[in-house]
C-alpha cells in the first residue's frame, strides 16, 4: 500500500514539472517566422525610403552601390557615370533615377511618362520628404528575383505646378543587405487592380 502511494506521488510530481515546463513558455514567439517576416518587411520599408531620398538628393555613388549590379547595368562607377551624364545632357532634367524607354503593359498600351518642366525652368525640381510604406512580396518575374515591394511616396514641387511621384522599388536580399532591383511608376491602372505595388513591379 505505502509502495502504491509512493509510485502516485511519484507521477504527481513528475506532471507538475511538465506543467510548469509548459507555462514557462507563455509570452515566447510560437511562430519565430511569422516575427521574422514583419522584421524583414519593416527592414525593407527603411530602406526603399533611404534608397528614394539618396536619389533624390542625386547622391549616384550612394545610390548606385544600393543597387544590384543587374539593376546598376554594370559597375558602381558606370552606374554613377550614366547617371552623371544623363542630368548634364539636358538642361531640365527630371528628377527620376535615369532615362528609360516608355513602359509599356501587357497589353500593348503604353504608360504615359511624368509631365516634365520647360526649358524656362528650373533646372531641377524641388522633391519634398520621402515616405515609404505598403510592403508585399513579390514574386520573381523574367531576371527580377522574388523580393519585398515597396510604395515610395513625395512631391515634386516646380514653379508653376506640384505633383506626386509613387514608385514601387523592388528591394532583395543579398546576404546581409538589402539592394533595389527594380524601380517602376505607379500607373493609374495599377490602382485600379487593389495592389498597384505588385502590379507595377509585375510589368517585368
Request: net charge negative.
Amino acid at each position: 500500500m505505502k509502495l502504491k502511494r509512493a509510485v502516485t506521488a511519484a507521477a504527481v510530481a513528475v506532471a507538475a514539472l511538465v506543467i510548469a515546463g509548459c507555462s514557462s513558455d507563455t509570452g515566447k514567439t510560437k511562430n519565430p517566422g511569422s516575427q521574422s517576416s514583419g522584421d524583414t518587411a519593416a527592414t525593407a520599408v527603411k530602406f526603399a525610403q533611404k534608397y528614394q531620398e539618396t536619389v533624390n538628393d542625386q547622391d549616384w555613388q550612394r545610390a548606385c552601390q544600393m543597387r544590384t549590379e543587374r539593376y546598376r547595368h554594370g559597375t558602381v562607377q558606370q552606374c554613377v557615370t550614366d547617371n552623371t551624364e544623363t542630368e548634364t545632357a539636358s538642361p531640365t532634367p527630371s528628377p527620376s533615377e535615369s532615362t528609360v524607354p516608355p513602359l509599356q503593359r501587357a497589353d500593348g498600351s503604353v504608360v504615359q511618362p511624368k509631365q516634365t518642366p520647360t526649358a524656362s525652368g528650373p533646372d531641377r525640381a524641388e522633391t519634398g520628404a520621402v515616405t515609404a510604406s505598403s510592403p508585399v512580396s513579390v514574386a520573381a518575374i523574367g531576371e527580377h528575383p522574388a523580393g519585398t515591394g515597396v510604395l515610395v511616396e513625395y512631391k515634386v514641387v516646380w514653379p508653376d505646378s506640384t505633383t506626386t511621384s509613387r514608385r514601387a522599388l523592388r528591394v532583395v536580399k543579398d546576404g546581409d543587405q538589402w539592394l533595389v532591383d527594380q524601380a517602376e511608376d505607379i500607373a493609374a491602372s495599377d490602382d485600379a487592380h487593389g495592389n498597384p505595388v505588385r502590379d507595377a513591379l509585375m510589368r517585368g
